[in-house]
Structure formats: C-alpha cells, structure tokens
T-cell receptor, first 112, second 116 residues
Framework: RKEVEQDPGPFNVPEGATVAFNCTYS??????FFWYRQDCRKEPKLLMSVYSSGNEDGRFTAQLNRASQYISLLIRDSKLSDSATYLCVVIESTSGTYKYIFGTGTRLKVLA | DTAVSQTPKYLVTQMGNDKSIKCEQN?????MYWYKQDSKKFLKIMFS???????INETVPNRFSPKSPDKAHLNLHINSLELGDSAVYFCASSQGLGQDSTDTQYFGPGTRLTVL
C-alpha cells in the first residue's frame, strides 16, 4: 500500500461547481498535513495546511479524519484558474527524522 | 527576489556525462531538499540537509552526490547519467525539519533533465 494515496482524476467540473478530493495515508502516527497545488510544468506551491479541527481559506476547506486516516479538500465555486494538480502531503516521523511524503496528485480541470 | 532558485532550468545531455544542478534559497531557512519528479508526476524525496548536515538520504544511486557549501545552497552532482535519470528535479527549503504543521516547504522552479 502506498504511503499517501490520491485518486489521480482528472476531475472535470464546470465553473461554479463544488468539488472534493480525498487523500488517504498509511502511517497513523503522521502529525502534519498539507495541500499543495502544482500547475503544469511549474513547481508545487502550498495551498493550505490541514489542522485537526479543519480549516477554511476562502473557497477552500480542508478536513482531517484521523480515525479513517484521510484528509480532504473541498473547493467551492470553482474557477477556471483552479485547474491544476492538487498534491496531498503528509509528514512522517521515523526515529526522529521527519519526511514529507507527497501523494501522486489529483488533477482538476474546471471547464467554461 | 526569488525565494528558491535553481540553475539550469533545462539540461539536455548524453548518457554517460556528468552534470550538476545548483540551488540557492534566500529565505534564511535551515533545511534544504532535493526531489525527483518522474514522468508519472510522482514527487519523491532524494536528500535533505539541515544546516549543511545530511539528514535524509533515500535509496538513491551513489552516482548522485549532494553538496551543501552553506545552509543557503544545496547542489546536486550526477555522474554517469543514465536514460532513467530523465526527470524534473526540484529543490526545496523549509525553516525547520518538518516537526509541525507550520513548517511548510518552498520549492524552486525545477530543472528539467533530459538524458539522450
């Protein structure tokens, strides 16, 4: 089983739609979680951290479910500019060393 | 005022050659990383350095040798390049080691390496 798994998509949605992605992780001891966004042929950029109680940033809402070991990202009122690949990131700790584990990404296409 | 910069942006070379990629960050971060993103877009950690000290060394062929002359620079030297080394190599930095959720990574623009 991969350490961090995502549905690769693509998710094709019309402008204005609400879309949600999930990401599952295998290490129950993982403590920190993020969503990054990567545009085509560009570097990954932080979208938002994911906090235990869930958090919102404008149209974006992130949730963490520790019991089921998944995090989610909800995008409301999708814009064309939201088209990108969304990467789930989990920080794992092994013997005091912290490692950022990236999912393979979920591709979103917002259609006019 | 680029935060994390890499050179070169594109690198096309023949199999068997030796090449280097350079990375610099002006964020004052203590930790720097090299990632490889293959054709399937999977981003995998290769190395990380904290204050010039190697702390993560994944299962990477020893043809890859990182060097950190100071905490603002992390270079990657690759010997005897192979076809399978073709990928995008990203440098990144973070303030700490990843101990908490505020310790986000900032990525450079990537170096697209093509081995012919």
């Amino acid at each position: 089983r991969k350490e961090v798994e995502q549905d690769p998509g693509p998710f094709n949605v019309p402008e204005g739609a609400t879309v949600a992605f999930n990401c599952t992780y295998s290490n129950s001891a993982s403590q920190s979680f993020f969503w990054y966004r990567q545009d085509c042929r560009k570097e990954p950029k932080l979208l938002m951290s994911v906090y235990s109680s869930g958090n919102e940033d404008g149209r974006f809402t992130a949730q963490l479910n520790r019991a089921s070991q998944y995090i989610s990202l909800l995008i409301r009122d999708s814009k064309l500019s939201d088209s990108a690949t969304y990467l789930c990131v989990v920080i794992e700790s092994t013997s005091g060393t912290y490692k950022y584990i990236f999912g393979t990404g979920t591709r979103l296409k917002v259609l006019a | 005022d680029t935060a994390v910069s890499q050179t070169p942006k594109y690198l096309v070379t023949q199999m068997g050659n030796d090449k280097s990629i350079k990375c610099e960050q002006n964020l004052g971060h203590d930790t720097m990383y090299w990632y490889k993103q293959d054709s399937k877009k999977f981003l995998k950690i290769m190395f990380s350095y904290n204050n010039k000290e190697l702390i993560i060394n994944e299962t990477v062929p020893n043809r890859f040798s990182p060097k950190s002359p100071d905490k603002a620079h992390l270079n990657l030297h690759i010997n005897s390049l192979e076809l399978g080394d073709s990928a995008v190599y990203f440098c990144a930095s973070s303030q700490g080691l990843g101990q908490d959720s505020t310790d986000t990574q900032y990525f450079g623009p990537g170096t697209r390496l093509t081995v012919l």
